[in-house]
Structures are given as structure tokens and as C-alpha cells.
């Protein structure tokens, strides 16, 4: 049975930071894109960052500079560092794992920044 698993998600000042992390089990983790995406109130689901098996990554123009998705595949771990974050940077945040055109979905983990 795979499982993803997220945390570290919580309420943050705008200009803060926060780690989430993605915790993942049943797949063999290190052939696996991983990535994380978000839903924001009133908003369709978006990609926010993305990692392949190669360690190529791709991300969103909204958060390119601020976040940094990375990797550790002795933990079957996957992160998304997020600075300077900002109010419209407030969602829900899902991890994903794909491959072949199979995806499976965390739960997720709330994000909020507001002052």
C-alpha cells in the first residue's frame, strides 16, 4: 500500500520560512518523480515543484527563487524549503509521486502566511 505522508505545514508571517516534508512508503522512492502541489482557497490544484529520479527539477514562475524542492533517498524523503513567503503562497500542500502515468496523492498539509 502506498502512502504519502506530509508535514510541517502551519501558520507563517509573510517573509517567513517553512520546511514541509513527504514522507513516502510502498514504491520504490529513488525511481519516483516527486513533487509538491497546491490548492488554494477558491483555486484549481497547481504544480508548485517537482523533482525526477535524475534530480532535474521544474518549478512554478510564482515560486522560482523562493522555494527549493530536494530529495533524500536513503529516508524516502522528499522536502519543499519555502522562503520569503507571501500571502497568496496560503493553500493546502500535496505531495505527489509519478511515474508512467501513475500518481499517487498525500493528504496534505495546511499552509498559511498572514500576519
Known amino acids: 500500500q502506498v502512502q504519502l505522508v506530509e508535514s510541517g505545514g502551519g501558520l507563517v508571517q509573510p517573509g517567513g520560512s517553512l520546511r514541509l516534508s513527504c514522507a513516502a512508503s510502498g514504491i520504490i522512492f529513488s525511481i519516483w518523480t516527486m513533487g509538491w502541489y497546491r490548492r488554494a482557497p477558491g483555486k484549481q490544484r497547481e504544480l508548485v515543484a517537482a523533482?525526477?529520479?535524475?534530480?532535474?527539477?521544474n518549478y512554478a514562475d510564482s515560486v522560482k527563487g523562493r522555494f527549493t524542492i530536494s530529495r533524500d533517498n536513503a529516508k524516502n524523503t522528499v522536502y519543499l524549503q519555502m522562503n520569503s513567503l507571501e500571502p497568496e503562497d496560503t493553500a493546502v500542500y500535496y505531495c505527489n509521486a509519478e511515474r508512467g502515468g501513475v500518481r499517487y496523492w498525500g493528504k496534505g498539509t495546511l499552509v498559511t502566511v498572514s500576519s
Open positions: 523533482m525526477t529520479s535524475s534530480d532535474f527539477t
